[in-house]
């Protein structure tokens, strides 16, 4: 019979300011606006590591939160189609661009990646847009 020996899950929460609108979109996201988003970032482990943690959450920082502050935090995100993006680059704004529309599922996504592609055995990342609404991304 197989010993289940259940999960343990650590959770890192990472503010960030950013804005966007989306294309096709006949909703308020329509127009360009911001939100005050917040991350959570996931991660689970059977067993623990010899410190007896799933992961170090200061680890969890250095690769998730130190990038958003640099890549994301107070700039706009946008598809790469937005007729906004020549403009914003002529005056130097500062932006990130989206190959999909940067609605909270697809930043969900992107940050999920990047936790992956940065070594980090992430399961799950949720992105709240307002306190009331939020995407998940799991792997
Ligand atoms: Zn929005």
Known sequence: MRHHCGMFRVTKHIDFCYGHRL??????????????GRVEVHIEAEKLDVRGMVQDFSDIKEAVKNWIDETLDHRMLLHK???ILPLLKQRGELFYVMDENPTAENIAKLIFNHARAEGLPVVEVRLWETPTSSATYRG
């Open 23 to 36: 294309l096709n979109y006949e909703g308020k996201c329509r127009h360009l606006h911001g939100h005050n």
């Open 81 to 83: 189609d937005d007729p």
